[in-house]
T-cell receptor, first 113, second 113 residues
Framework: DGGITQSPKYLFRKEGQNVTLSCEQNLNHDAMYWYRQDPGQGLRLIYYSQIVNDFQKGDIAEGYSVSREKKESFPLTVTSAQKNPTAFYLC????????????FGPGTRLTVL | KQEVTQIPAALSVPEGENLVLNCSFT??????LQWFRQDPGKGLTSLLL?????REQTSGRLNASLDKSSGRSTLYIAASQPGDSATYLC????????????FGTGTRLKVLA
């Protein structure tokens, strides 16, 4: 089945720790995205990548880092510099040269203890 | 700066009713507009994508229209069912360049049996 997988589904972090969220896609999409969703707010873009080994900051990149070493994978690291990391994190991908229709993974809920 | 607004924030309707969800955007220079459905605690499911050159798209009981000049899109749901209960989000992507999406905050729909 083609799609986007995210792991883990739930993640608990102690203050001061870095954690990495996984995102993998087998849709052969060029572009991948990370969003953060908080209650009552729309999705906010953290980072995006349109091609391997290249990525750009979104609107709320502070305290986050990413890498894009493979087309299929776009992991997000939430660093200790992120002041309020408790949120629902969503990964998406698209074939931006075509209609650029975005497809989403199931999400990871991160809670800071 | 592009802003996307969805009104109302919440809506309850009896089963069988036809309904319209609204999405407004401030900058008419868009590449496409996408409607999504999100169930609680889940990722987003793509419903319909309208490219900037199109006026509407249909899928089953769903019909989405786009009026770029007025900065509006509507999602029409015919003969609503309890299974349609979810949050519906719209998102617009910019012309050329980065193809990033800007999301509205969503309309939370409840269809009463």
């Amino acid at each position: 089945d083609g799609g986007i997988t995210q792991s883990p589904k739930y993640l608990f972090r102690k203050e001061g720790q870095n954690v990495t969220l996984s995102c993998e896609q087998n849709l052969n999409h060029d572009a991948m995205y990370w969003y953060r969703q908080d209650p009552g707010q729309g999705l906010r873009l953290i980072y995006y990548s349109q091609i391997v080994n290249d990525f750009q900051k979104g609107d709320i990149a502070e305290g986050y880092s990413v890498s894009r070493e493979k087309k299929e994978s776009f992991p997000l690291t939430v660093t200790s510099a992120q002041k309020n990391p408790t949120a629902f994190y969503l990964c998406a991908s698209s074939m931006y040269r075509d209609r650029n229709e975005q497809f989403f993974g199931p999400g990871t809920r991160l809670t800071v203890l | 700066k592009q802003e996307v607004t969805q009104i109302p924030a919440a809506l309850s309707v009896p089963e069988g009713e036809n309904l319209v969800l609204n999405c407004s955007f401030t900058d008419s220079a868009i590449y496409n507009l996408q409607w999504f459905r999100q169930d609680p605690g889940k990722g987003l499911t793509s419903l319909l994508l309208i490219q900037s050159s199109q006026r509407e798209q249909t899928s089953g009981r769903l019909n989405a229209s786009l009026d770029k000049s007025s900065g509006r899109s509507t999602l029409y749901i015919a003969a609503s069912q309890p299974g349609d209960s979810a949050t519906y989000l719209c998102a617009v992507s910019r012309t050329s360049g980065t193809y990033k999406y800007i999301f509205g905050t969503g309309t939370r729909l409840k269809v009463l049996a």
